[in-house]
Nanobody, 121 residues
Framework: VQLQASGGGLVQTGGSPRLSCAASGRTFSNYVMGWIRQAPGKEREFVAGISWRGSSTYYADSVKSRFTISRDNAKNTVYLQMNSLKPEDTSVYYC???????????????WGQGTLVTVSS
């Protein structure tokens, strides 16, 4: 499956951008989807995940109650709604896919190219 993330950019503290990730090539609903971020000089962090039909979700403690992951299988797209952004949310955000219900970065074997979100203070 090919993944294309979009929606990043420069955002002010407290902003609410929405990232999108469009999938193509294979049946989107066969994949568990995740958003993973990497800030400059830091390790990757699994931010949010969603099961095949959206019945199960996962959030890292750092984004819980601020971010919401969702998917539209008819549009082959997964979203990450980000609210109340903080400067520490500045990262490259990647969407990724796996066939199994896992919230571990190493289990995700299909990755998009990443979209940079910069939060200004």
């Amino acid at each position: 499956v090919q993944l294309q993330a979009s929606g990043g950019g420069l955002v002010q503290t407290g902003g609410s951008p929405r990232l999108s990730c469009a999938a193509s090539g294979r049946t989107f609903s066969n994949y568990v989807m995740g958003w993973i971020r990497q800030a400059p000089g830091k390790e990757r962090e699994f931010v949010a995940g969603i099961s095949w039909r959206g019945s199960s979700t996962y959030y890292a403690d750092s984004v819980k109650s601020r971010f919401t992951i969702s998917r539209d299988n008819a549009k082959n797209t997964v979203y990450l709604q980000m609210n109340s952004l903080k400067p520490e949310d500045t990262s490259v955000y990647y969407c990724a896919a796996t066939s199994t219900l896992q919230w571990t970065i190493s289990e995700y074997n299909y990755w998009g190219q990443g979209t940079l979100v910069t939060v200004s203070s």
